[in-house]
């Protein structure tokens, strides 16, 4: 078991998370992946990697009535997953499990959305962390193609996955999505001007044939440098990361 935790609030309260005090730590990643997704009221979403169910949360306090099954292969964070989504009242469901070794009944579901947020270091990528729970959700164990490989089989025809990914990463992202997706686009999160995007956010239709779209970036900060001690979110990321919006893409209604 994790030896300590921290509660902390998402969407400006509207989301609070038990969270470990050492081990992997959501941020804003999982808030911009919940708000890129397209999902209505009424869909079925799987998100793959949930961790403590971050990203699933702020996509159901987004979305009324949506329905999100989590998948987490660490234990202790499929254990607060269950403990944030019954404070919440959310109807999100976790399965413990490796994602490359699916329950057969999960195996024999589909859904309108996936989510997910892969590990961001390949086997042999990046310095490692101290702590078992980091390193095991950001190192790749399974392979991000596998990643996308499942999303797709889980996939109903014209469903959407959402990614979020590091912006060096994006070539395996594009290639590993060229079996079986469509509409694929990409925004690219900009944590200042004048720097180059950090993160990208990619979505992309299974069995869709609408060509490839390169979006603007999303700038986050606001200034060339962070001058003080408070946030200096741009508005746009203000409306997201705090209000809870949507992160939209063309097309979106």
């Known amino acids: 078991m994790l030896d300590a935790t921290t509660r902390d609030a998402f969407l400006g309260g509207r989301v609070v998370l038990r969270q470990p005090r050492d081990g992997y730590r959501a941020a804003t990643d999982p808030v911009f992946l919940a708000a890129a997704c397209p999902a209505k009221s009424g869909d079925h979403v799987l998100e793959l990697g949930c961790g403590v169910g971050a990203a699933a949360l702020c996509l159901a306090a987004r979305v009324a009535g949506v329905q ?4 987490e292969r660490q234990a202790d964070y499929a254990t607060l997953a269950c403990e944030n989504a019954a404070v919440a009242g959310a109807d999100l469901r976790i399965v413990q499990a490796d994602l490359a070794d699916l329950p057969a009944d999960l195996r024999q579901m589909q859904f309108d959305h996936v989510i997910a947020n892969p590990p961001y270091f390949g086997a042999g990528a990046g310095s490692r962390a101290k702590d078992a729970g980091r390193e095991a959700a950001n190192r790749e164990v399974t392979p991000l193609a596998d990643w996308i490989g499942v ?17 060096e990463r994006l070539p395996d992202c594009l290639g590993a999505l060229a079996t079986g997706f469509g509409a694929v686009a990409v925004l690219p999160l900009q944590p200042r001007a004048g ?20 979006l603007a970036p999303f700038l986050i900060h606001e200034g060339a440098a962070h001058g003080a001690d408070a946030p200096d979110y741009t508005a746009q990321a203000q409306a997201v990361l705090r209000e809870g919006a949507a992160l939209r893409f063309p097309g979106d209604d």
Do not use: D, Q, Y
């Open 68 to 71: 999100v099954l989590g998948v």
């Open 195 to 214: 720097r180059a995007a950090s993160r990208v956010v990619i979505r992309a239709r299974r069995a869709a044939r609408t060509p490839f779209t390169l």
């Open 151 to 167: 999303a797709r089989a889980r996939l109903k025809p014209g469903g959407w996955l959402t990614l979020i990914h590091l912006a």
